[in-house]
């Protein structure tokens, strides 16, 4: 094959006048403007372009487009790599480098070639069946150094990646003639309309060739305002018309310090249309993967677009009309056509090629050439009988038939069906939301489809019934290609090296289901997911299995149709925008404090405030048995904080929590515990009565937004007739929270009047008062054990109090302390924290809060499921306290509780371990079988192959009779 | 205040965006909207705004002041000074179908202003929740929740959770990168 350029007219998409430079594996080479990546390299005689994926077998480009499965390159610049672009879609520009893929030291000398001489020995899934002993793990860098395609760049190139979103009536896929007319029509119709197009330039096939209709059809589709996005492409349908599509904006040199390179579009449709034509199914034949191989459409087109003459003398492999019409176009061209070798029998064939010899019922038995083709031997479709006849030539084209692009209708949940005559899968009827329209369809002639195509845009909208797709015009061709008695690899999925035997050794070991043998031979899998190589499979399958292709049907598609890169995915999502971080008000303030940040419940906060040379355990230990002695300083601003305002907000918390909460007073508070109707735990918090219809509801700090969302869906669904209204607050306050023996010298010294002492403010009541003129919200509740106060108040001035704390807490030998600290302290006390030591079953009887429940005269969500017998099973888990027997060993939270070694059955798991600085010992939090029974009782707890032996205990570890929350 | 957020406004692509740090918020929460309607109109002198709607207005005492729809059951109060909310607050204590709750340092506005303008905010979110001149709409913006008035043609205002405003600011920093030339 030697690629030249044609003249003119041929070349429609470039410009002969600008010359572009590239570098393919060194080697400088030249473009032209409007070229790809890979009919600049056909244009410049390149065949051999990269190594398959197993056996290393040589490969060159074999399409035109998205579905191309072997043209696959890196694209390098500098030390920066883009992996596994198809050359058929990477768009020239000066100075682009890119490199073969699975080849070492090059593609021309490749010793993993090897691989092809043990290629008996490995056939589908030899790693499972021989890689059995001592293991996977010793064989497996290996066979992934010599498996796989390109190699992704470990450096940041300038990539800058964005997400849009938007909302239209009418999303259609796909650009050709039928995409267009729907387009054009809906939008004529008064349809707000999006036209995606893959490419650079709406049209198709027929775009290409300059047809006038597309161009009179593009014009009318601008004049009635369809958007037209061309480099994007339709990736995938989801629930409710989502489509997802990625646009490609830009390539970016790696010198370039940013550039938006690819956006992903959200697009939600009120219909969809899919238009994305139509796959050529390439055809069976011995090593008919060779280098200079290709789908006589794409050859075709790189004539048509690019000018360039793929081969000189050219061989067609057919099975279906539209070869003939191929044959005629390259003969046109100048390209000599040798013989077209129609597998199918005179009878079916409906057209023919003036000027070329072609012959019925024949097929192509071998391949000549290794590293490019030289000729070919036809041979007669039952492959037994004479005569076999050699051709010299540089090209050899298949044209298998056709497979329509079916994905987005599967992917939005349509059905297919067996077209026997043309030996393809169609829609069997619309998807939900979704209709295809075209090649796509199934509609292959050009008039049906642009008919149907603008009767479906301007129904769609306008809201009237959808008409049926006028399926046909395709020509009649033959279910398998496949000659069965020549020798040789005939390649099924030439990227993932599946041949026909290995589909037929599927077979023979009782591989029935399509989703099997997908998986088990790896076929249309990667990055062309198998749009050449699914029908030829399946085809093969029912061959195999005594099956037609209807029988044996087909894997469902699913997103992405076409890889997508994990920039575009995730967008803007990256470092500090990884995912929206609540931050504190007075971070810089703790930051200057020296806080370790952390991130729990969706906040970054302080864990600890680690002084010089301190670990993080070191600074928590430190700070727990400060706040113990002395007093401590907590940015407590992440609690969750909800106003709940009302007539009827005493009885609708009633309704909400386990504990009766219609009964506080204004200026009193009380803990709950939220459930779910199943009766779990969800939250817990505590609510304060600030007037009779104001209540202050504290949330944790992760739970605030499932606290409110509960609130919201119960007084909107179910508790309809109750005046409430729930206002989240949680941003506009900050909270200053001072806990230890020494918390109210540190407020007295700050400011605060002796209103708010111990004794003139009891534990659980809230009181509103001034501090410095600011209003502040302080509630007298503990999570540490010690006298605390939670100061609330606007967070803006959360840093001026915070300030004016420290000052008290530094000179009474206090410290700051962080979350790591609060969780050994509220572990000492056997405090509940919701999330770490409940799970999804756990029952408020399960932690201790049985009596609650019995207690409760109203009626509150959940009560009616544990009333059930099981919630009261006396087997269920129960939150007990575990101590090491010697006194030392912490037991690693997690860890299971068992009579023997696992596997065996848990008795229960350690929830909240830490060391306790104020005990000089472990002290730990588990859910254990019928734990309220098994005080003083010795268990094991099992970890990792240890076994640690504990004794139940009761909690809490410290203060048990919890005088020191008094003051 | 909070030190991270005071940054100096950002311009690029046709647009302005900074902080706007004197606002007051407050949500007015209702039952009944004709009977706070009524409320409103005496206190502020102008009705409630219809769905999806803002109105900017004045006080009777040159106080400027923005009435933006939140939802069936809630519209927002946004003003320079005190006075506005000192006074909606005074009107409704007692009441038993209207109450105000001051959301002042809780949700923080964020103006953008600029030919630029709806550009940026399609960009950070999505076509549908760009808000015409005198809309007021809610959707999600760099991953976040938030409420876009329509000042103008070219003006907006995002009023987002203060504990999500760097998150939004970091967002369209890197928005107006990209806006300034990027592509």
Redesign the interface.
Known sequence: MSGTRLGEPYGRRIDRSRPISFMFNGRVLAGLQGDTLASALLANGVRLVGRSFKLHRPRGIFAAGIEEPTGIVDLVDGRHRTPDERATLVELVDGLAAESVNCWPSVGFDLGAVNGWFSPLLPAGFYYKTFKWPGWRPFEPAIRRMAGLGRASLERGGEVYEEISENVDLLVAGSGIAGLAAAAAAAEAGARTVLLCAGREPGGALGWRGDAEVGDLLVRARRAGVRILTRTLAFGVYDHNLVCASERLAHVPASATRRLSERLWKFRARSIVAAQGAFERPMLFPDNDRPGVMLAGAVDEYAHAYGVACGRRVVIAANCDSAYRVAESLQAAGIEVVALLDRRPSVDIGTHAAGVRAIANTGIGKVIGARSVRGCVAVPADGHSAPRLRLECDLILVAGGHAPAVHLHSQAGGRLRWLAESSMFVPDGNARGLVSVGACAGVFGREAAAQHAADVGRALALGFTVPAAPVGGASRSLASSRIAAVRGKQLVDLQNDVAVSDVELAARENYRSVEHLKRYTTTGMATDQGKTSNVNALVLMGEFTHREPAEVGTTRFRPPYSPVTFGALIGRRVGALYRPLKRLAAVEWHARHGALFEQFGNWSRPAAYPRSGESLHQAAQREALTVRRTVGLFDGSPLGKLEVWGADAARFLDLMYLGTMSTLAPGQARYGLLLNENGVIVDDGIVARVDERRFWVNTTSAGIERTAAAFEEWLQCEYTDLRVLVTPVTSRYGNATISGPKAFEVMAAAGFGAEFSPQATRHMTLHDGHWRGVPVRVLRASFTGELSYEINLPAGETEQLLQALAEGVETREGCLYGIEALEILRTEKGYLHVGTDTDGTTLPGDVGFARGIDRKAANFVGRRSLLRPAARDPQRLRLVGLAPLDGRTLLPTGAQIANAPPPTQTEGHVTSSYPSPSLGSPVALAMLARGGERLGEQVTVHHLGRRIEARVVSTPFVDPKGERLHG | ????LDSQPLRAGGVTVELDRSTRVA?L???DGATASTLVRTVLGEPLPEVQRVIRSASTAGEPFILAWRGP??TWILAASEGPLERLEAACAGK??V?L???????LGIHASGTGTPELL??L????SVPHRGEARTG?F???AVTVLGLDDREALLLV???????LL??VR??L??MNG??
């Open positions: 205040m909070d030190n991270r949500a929460r209702y039952f059951r809630e038993d179908d109450c709750v001051v959301q002042t340092d809780g949700i399609r960009r979110g999505s076509f549908g999600r760099a991953d976040v959770e203060r504990v999500y405003a760097e998150h970091g967002w890197e928005t990168l990209d990027g592509e």
